[in-house]
């Protein structure tokens, strides 16, 4: 199975470690929005989208990407890190997962986990969640992946 993990990971490093441990799983290639061809979902069996959550959204730099993706087919996955949880009323990966959907991506699912986070008003704490990704973190996002190969 062809895959590729499209990420944005820029503060600390939070959201590379957990694409890397599902890209062990899947066999996959990880790249920055910045290095990724567009053409390369459209030639991928499975590609997966993550970042970072900022402001309680993801990468602008991983949705600019995906809005310059054309109109195709294919099955696709998101991702994310973040300090604070994800509250179901303002969900920070809906929105990528209907801009995917819009241009033909059958969304197989989402996965998030807490991160070290030192925004703004956390810094002055030192961060929240300092040991985050943790290892069972890890091993989630390494279950998640294998439910995606399996299906």
């Given at each position: 199975m062809r895959t590729?993990?499209?990420?944005?990971?820029?503060?600390?490093?939070?959201?590379r470690r957990v694409a890397d441990s599902m890209a062990q799983v899947l066999g996959a290639r990880v790249v920055s929005p910045e290095q990724a061809d567009?053409?390369?979902p459209a030639a991928a069996d499975l590609v997966g989208f993550g970042s970072g959550v900022f402001y309680g959204r993801l990468h602008p730099a991983l949705m600019s990407f995906v809005r310059?993706?054309?109109t195709g087919r294919g099955r696709a996955f998101v991702f994310a890190t973040s300090g604070l949880p994800e509250i179901p009323?303002?969900?920070?990966t809906r929105p990528l997962v209907r801009l995917l959907e819009g241009k033909g991506f059958e969304v197989d699912g989402s996965f998030s986990c807490?991160?070290?986070d030192t925004w703004t008003p956390f810094r002055l704490v030192?961060?929240?969640?300092?040991?985050?990704?943790?290892t069972g973190d890890l091993a989630a996002a390494r279950a998640f992946a294998g439910q995606l190969r399996a299906r």
């Amino acid at each position: 199975m062809r895959t590729v993990i499209v990420c944005a990971s820029v503060s600390h490093g939070n959201t590379r470690r957990v694409a890397d441990s599902m890209a062990q799983v899947l066999g996959a290639r990880v790249v920055s929005p910045e290095q990724a061809d567009p053409a390369e979902p459209a030639a991928a069996d499975l590609v997966g989208f993550g970042s970072g959550v900022f402001y309680g959204r993801l990468h602008p730099a991983l949705m600019s990407f995906v809005r310059a993706l054309p109109t195709g087919r294919g099955r696709a996955f998101v991702f994310a890190t973040s300090g604070l949880p994800e509250i179901p009323l303002r969900s920070f990966t809906r929105p990528l997962v209907r801009l995917l959907e819009g241009k033909g991506f059958e969304v197989d699912g989402s996965f998030s986990c807490r991160a070290f986070d030192t925004w703004t008003p956390f810094r002055l704490v030192g961060g929240i969640n300092k040991q985050r990704p943790h290892t069972g973190d890890l091993a989630a996002a390494r279950a998640f992946a294998g439910q995606l190969r399996a299906r």
